[in-house]
């Protein structure tokens, strides 16, 4: 019995001693990764500062000349581009600063000027920003992988006397920020298309706290489509999607992105990379033209030259939402930028587009495809309608215009107000000789059935060789019948049906830009009459009417001929 106690005894005596050693090794491996806190009250307490922005400013002109500003950089001259479905003015802003110079404070404690350009620092970063923060001790081993959010960074507990190696890294997004693997390696597969920002250094501790202030630096540059739909009187919907690609690609080779070493910042197994952005996901320029202008950020660790008329930006699709509540999808779309690009890590490289409804060619003259209303609750109170037809009593005075008139019902005066379309002198009013170079329609036809309300026009067919998009309501010029407002307000010759349509009777007004004499200019008139479905057309004729009354409004584009 004594033999049998004393080896329980010894048993006993041996797992006692396995356990405590068990916890102990372990205390000290958890210690290595986020674990245990020193107990003498040494803390480092972290702040990210923001990022620091390397700003290289260049005007882009005619010439090419630097120039060194405390704004934004200016836009190169914008180049049409026309495809017959959706025109842009396309532009470039070339190295500009990867927040925008508006948002910087320059002052002599945090700028200084080089011949190079501006050098600002310590750019604010939103506030719940994610980041992550590594911190090794002296032997080289991980102690903490900390994930911070900026606002209410992280309190880390340290030992007093000793020199820690810090890392940290983000892709400036609220959602998260990945982690390393076990080679301290982020994949590239969590950082494509991001904003890759990295800081690094070493801080030797003292007791009590110890803060460590983070400075970013951005790893990737950044080309930015900005989409302007503001000339489709429209807004961006989340359906959108926007790529960037080159000339001799069908992909999007000017995308690279690879795995990032966290501990030196370097890149390896760098790759091309494919790269979209949703609408959903694009960022509202400002919040005056709110979804009309839309952001999509593309980042790349690509810095070799782009040639010039090379950069491609892509839409497949682009979808807009009209002011009717409509979509309107154009399934696939390329704008090619003309000037050269040359990205830079930290920069912003911004290529500008500013959508434009595409006219309608006819007889040698790009036509509107609807007609030309005034909206004062909107931020472009001028703008085309959604869609082609007629006026009724509810819009007649955004419908029908004064001779030349301001808005509508202002007084009849010597104002284009088809060159106050966005964007301004992309449009003007057609004149006379313009209206009579067209000769008589190529057809007639009513619309929308046959009952009260029904819509009345004649129409001319587009140059066969412009494209058709069957986007659009029609790809015809068609002029409706709409009838005009009168001196006194009210609405005449607007066409009625009675008897379940099989009497109707209206005409057809709209006005050119030629003058005929003080109270009178030239029109566009036309008169139809429908009597048991049988019906009676009139002539295009061109007669003088008084200018204090309200007709509809066609424009054309104020350069014939807009190729890019």
Known sequence: MKILLGNFESHVIKLLFMTSFFFLTTSCEKSKQDGDAPQDGTVLKVNVSGIDDEIKITEMSSSSKPQLSA?????????????????????????????????????????????????ATNSPMASTVKYRILIYDQNNNLVHNKVGTTGTDPLIDVYKGWTYKWYAFSINETAGVPNID???????????????????????TVAGSNFLGIVFKRKTANIQAKVNVRGMFATINDGTSVSLGDASSQG??????????????????????????????????????????????????????????????????????????????????SYTVANAVTPAIGARHVASLRLIESPVLVKGVYWARTNLIYNASKLDKYRLKSMPGGTDVDTKDQDFWNFMSQTP????????????????????????????????????????????????????????????????DDNRLYISFGGYRTTSGGISDSPAGVFLGALAAGQCHYWTSTSQNASQGKSVQSSMSKIAWIFSWGSVTYPNANKSEGRNVRCIRAINNPTS
Request: neutral net charge; contains cysteine.
């Open 252 to 333: 999007n080779a000017l995308m690279t992105m690879g795995d990032l070493d966290a501990r030196t910042g370097n890149f390896s197994n760098v790759t091309t990379v494919t790269a979209s952005v949703l609408g959903s996901a694009m960022k509202v320029d400002n919040t005056t033209e709110g979804s009309a202008v839309k952001v999509a950020n593309f980042f790349t660790l690509n810095t070799a030259a782009i040639a010039a008329s090379t950069l491609k930006v892509k839409f497949s699709p682009l979808k807009i939402r009209l002011d009717d509540a409509r979509e309107r999808t154009f399934t696939s779309l």
């Open 71 to 119: 704004k934004t950089s200016l836009s190169n001259k914008e180049v049409m581009s026309t495809s017959g479905v959706v025109d842009a003015l396309v532009s470039l802003e070339e190295n500009s600063s990867a927040r925008g110079l508006e948002n910087i404070k320059l002052s002599s404690s945090n700028t200084s000027a080089t011949s190079q350009g501006i050098k």
């Open 182 to 204: 076990a080679y301290g390696k982020v994949a590239k597969a969590s950082l494509t298309n991001k904003d890759v920002l990295y800081a690094s250094g070493t801080i030797t």
């Open 409 to 472: 019902t202002s007084p009849a005066s010597n104002v284009d107000a088809c060159a106050l379309l966005y964007p301004a002198g992309t449009w003007k009013m057609p004149d006379l000789p313009t209206w009579q170079s067209m000769n008589q329609p190529d057809g007639r036809e009513e619309r929308m059935g046959l009952f009260v309300g029904a819509d009345y026009g004649f129409y001319w067919n587009k140059t066969a060789s412009y494209p058709t998009n069957n986007a659009y």
